[in-house]
DNA sequence: TCGTTTAATTGGACCGTTCCAATTAACAAA
DNA sequence: TTTGTTAATTGGAACGGTCCAATTAAACGA
């Protein structure tokens, strides 16, 4: 994680911004981090232009880099830091302990628009995976997943039970790292109602995606509909990437 | 748009890549790329990672750079392809006609919390401004935002009845390009229920955040209430950026 | 002092190269 | 044919350089 220059640069400087070192919110100029950091020009604008990106600081051609003071407040139930894009590991906790109960887990046939969103045949099959995730037994999401057999052929009740993520990591060494998201928002129905403890007016956020493996192999499709008060998705828009 | 060698290259293997030239879901080389496109490998490589970061392309070291076919599925109700972040040209009105009722405009004194996030001091104002936008006089949207005067002293109902940041970027010289954006859901009040048109049960999504012009001044705070079957944002998420 | 012109600063785009790592293809040996 | 080794392919990281555009600072003249 640490051992690519740019890597180490961003690191850094994310160090020297949160100890406030820059105290007039100016960094130094390109060329003078380059002298400092004994790397290339191209290796510091790399490197803050990922910082950019999540909207750490602001630049401006011609005047110089500036720390963007607003960067605290940004805070998601979802951070997305670990090496892959798991629930376990995204999951903003704060403290309290997280679990999964199983509510079902069986094998059935795929079915059209999951044939075409995993790449398979209409005579292939997936897991069905449900499941509750609570946070210090309080429930929060429900999730339906569904993952072809064929990638993960030794899936069983007690895997599902943890990180499906870490458990492909661990043994297929193949990291899920890139996903398609989609948020919006329902009202609850029976269920939800029921699994998540609410009341008839209040509603869930819906995430659903595929997953994908690093090479690009559609490895999951989910559906999570979250109890309405633990979905806040945060995030940095930029025109100009 | 189209003036930088990396953006033509973008544009023209979106195009390419739309119009199915590579049949094999497979991409040339990058050095062959490079090659076609008489342009450096450094700024093929820069037009592949954005297509990479919008997940229409996988690259594997070693193996090549696949297209995703899952890539078309990809429809938000939110596109970020203008020049700026405003809703009234982000929105995927699909031929319906966009309009804004205007519900509330005056200035008033800036809260802590606006203090905070617009970067003003406790004797400063600004504009509040309530709005409701509509698609095909199907209302969907409660917006509230606020806005420094000192940044636009000029604005007035008009104006306000219209696209803002349009209107900024044509006399400001502005663009509004960045944005810090929270998405999540909850029950709708009495207020959204009757400009919606919504039943008790039925949920509004929440889109609060923090836009910036591109020297990253913060310009405006917003508020938006949506009728929850027009809230869809969807992404593409990536560990390796 | 004020406004204008000129120079210095600073990030942006792009080039072309080197070395490397992961993967795949080709080849040779059993 | 199968298996193990070697070579070629392909994207990744990093360097360091050129030229440019936006901005700011300095110098200058009225």
Known sequence: MADLVYQQVITDLNKR?????FANKKLPDERSLSEQYQVSRSSIKRAL??????G?????????TFINPLYLKNQSSFKYEGTNLGITDSLNTEGAKPSI???DFKVV??????QQDLFLTADEFVYEIKRLRLLDDQPFMIESGYIPIKLVPELNRQV???SIFNYVQETLNAAVTK???SISADSSNDNDQQLLQLKPTEPVGVMSGIFFLDDGTPFEVSNMRLHYQYMKYTTFVSTNS
């Open 56 to 64: 750490l600081i602001f630049k401006k051609r011609g005047s110089g």
């Open 101 to 103: 109960q199983l509510l």
């Open 17 to 21: 911004i949160m100890a406030d070192e």
């Open 160 to 162: 599902v039970s943890g």
């Open 109 to 114: 046939p795929a079915s059209q628009e999951l």
């Open 49 to 54: 232009n990922v910082l950019a990106n999540q």
């Open 179 to 181: 996903s398609f998201l």
